[in-house]
């Protein structure tokens, strides 16, 4: 029997769910930078009307002419969204009001003492609960630490005076996406769900059904975000481990590639990791850093990742003794040497230079008072933490020769490796990117 003080009250979820299924429901997504941008696309192929919200008036001036800003959207997809009206952008806050489901996708960096740095989220969470209505979802896709979605947002939108649950719906619903790799994408990656109230839950998986393939739904919005942080722990700590054998092995005269693809041979108990220059990106540095202020909460330290950080933290500077022992072996100075980087992006095939270690290495090297260019397709430019401007040079076989050191820091598929080990001189591989090459090995020192 239905309880009386529910009697004549709207069921919020039942019309919510039928708006979603119906796809009427309007969807906002706020933040639309690596993570909003792809999932607003998504929800707008999918049949939404998506509205991209961010305080970024040129990403929002681009998305509005159907102008493509990130390198894992599809162009083509982007421009159609927005050309049949299904996606379009705003600064406008109070546009708020109007979405029947709104996403959260703003940055979740780290402070100066590397404590989680949610302002972003609470403040996006003040603005929505200034604005909440019945009937609402309201999902957070930004990574954080376990307890943000329960603990935090949700006193928040209660503030409103709504139920969740009832009134509204909450839930935590973590990216999974793997920047470069065009295989996979937020439309094809499957999706952690943990919500608030089982209605939140049942709420939450019927939106993220409509877009996404499989939505595996886990007991809580804690589990949700402990997840998320434990899948970029696990990958922080055993890029960490490959490191760790790198200086080891460094040490010892071994060619730590060799040892990495000779045990990726086993066909089971292993998987494979690379070694590196370090760690970059928006997650793997500082994910470990929210599951550890969460386990300090509680008197805990989590060793394993502290650790993990530890070694990854330090790679910049193996780099760079690697560096200064090549220039010595033919008797330069670090002062004055012209240091050419392949690569700013942390990774390869990406266009994202935040926290990269090319950066991390090009600070050191300047400070040690090298002269460093570097050259990167995906990064035509970029603003340094001095405010200036860098610019990636062309890679002709002049600048090549010139250099007293090229510097291997990302691995992009488009590089020409055999024309960097013809003409350059002397050659330090972080990513064992020349592995291929056969001729000019006597110049090629790997990390
Ligand atoms: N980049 C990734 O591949 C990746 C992967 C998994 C998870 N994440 C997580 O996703 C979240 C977003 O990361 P991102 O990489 O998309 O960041 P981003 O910097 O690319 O984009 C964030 C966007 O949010 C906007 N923004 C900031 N504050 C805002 C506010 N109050 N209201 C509206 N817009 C605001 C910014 O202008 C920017 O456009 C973070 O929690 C990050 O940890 C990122």
Not at 272 to 301: N, T
Not at 382 to 399: A, C, I, K, W
């Amino acid at each position: 029997m239905q309880a009386l003080e529910t009697i004549g009250r709207p069921d919020h979820r039942e019309l919510l769910k039928q708006r979603i299924i119906a796809r009427t429901a309007r969807v906002g997504v706020i933040g639309i930078g690596f993570i909003g941008l792809p999932l607003a696309v998504a929800h707008a192929k999918a049949g939404f009307d998506v509205v991209g919200v961010d305080h970024d008036h040129i990403r929002v001036a681009q998305l509005t002419k159907g102008l493509n800003y990130l390198r894992d959207v599809r162009d083509d997809d982007l421009a159609s969204a927005v050309a049949s009206g299904k996606l379009t952008a705003t600064t406008d806050f109070d546009s708020i009001r109007d979405f029947d489901v709104i996403v959260i996708c703003v940055p979740t960096p780290v402070t100066a003492s590397k404590d989680p740095d949610t302002s972003f989220v609470r403040r996006t969470g003040e603005l929505i609960a200034a604005q909440l209505l019945p009937g609402r979802l309201i999902t957070l896709e930004s990574t954080t630490y376990p307890g943000l979605t329960e603990d935090v947002l949700r006193p928040i939108f209660d503030t409103s005076g709504l139920k969740a649950g009832e009134d509204y719906f909450l839930a935590f619903s973590p990216v999974r996406s793997d920047p470069g790799n065009v295989e996979l994408s937020a439309l094809n990656v499957n999706k952690i769900v943990g919500a608030l109230t089982p209605a939140c839950l049942d709420v939450a998986t019927t939106f993220y059904k409509q877009t996404i393939p499989e939505v595996i739904a886990v007991s809580s919005p804690k589990v949700a975000e402990i997840t998320k942080v434990f899948e970029n722990t696990f990958r922080a700590v055993n890029i960490a481990l490959v490191n760790e054998l790198a200086l080891l092995c460094d040490k010892l005269g071994i060619n730590v590639w060799e040892v990495i693809d000779a045990s990726a041979t086993k066909p089971y108990g292993i998987m494979r990791f690379d070694p590196g220059p370090g760690v970059g990106g928006h997650w793997i540095p500082l994910d470990p850093f929210y599951l550890a202020w969460a386990a300090r909460q509680h008197d805990f330290h989590l060793r394993f990742s502290e650790l993990a950080a530890e070694i990854n933290i330090l790679m910049p500077q193996f780099v760079r003794e690697k560096v200064i022992r090549q220039l010595n072996s033919s008797g330069k100075p670090m002062r004055d040497a012209n240091i050419l980087l392949i690569g700013m992006a942390y990774k390869k095939n990406v266009d994202d230079w935040q926290e990269s270690p090319a950066l991390k290495c090009m600070y050191l090297f300047e400070a040690d008072r090298a002269i460093v260019t570097y050259h990167d397709p995906h990064v035509p430019s970029f603003r340094d933490r001095n405010g200036r401007l860098r610019h990636s040079v062309p890679l002709t076989p002049e600048r090549l020769g010139a250099a007293d050191c090229v510097c291997i820091m990302t691995d992009h598929d488009e590089t020409d490796w055999d024309s960097i080990a013809t003409h350059a001189t002397s050659i330090l591989d972080s990513r064992n990117a020349t592995r291929h090459v056969e001729h000019d090995r006597e110049k090629i020192v790997l990390l």
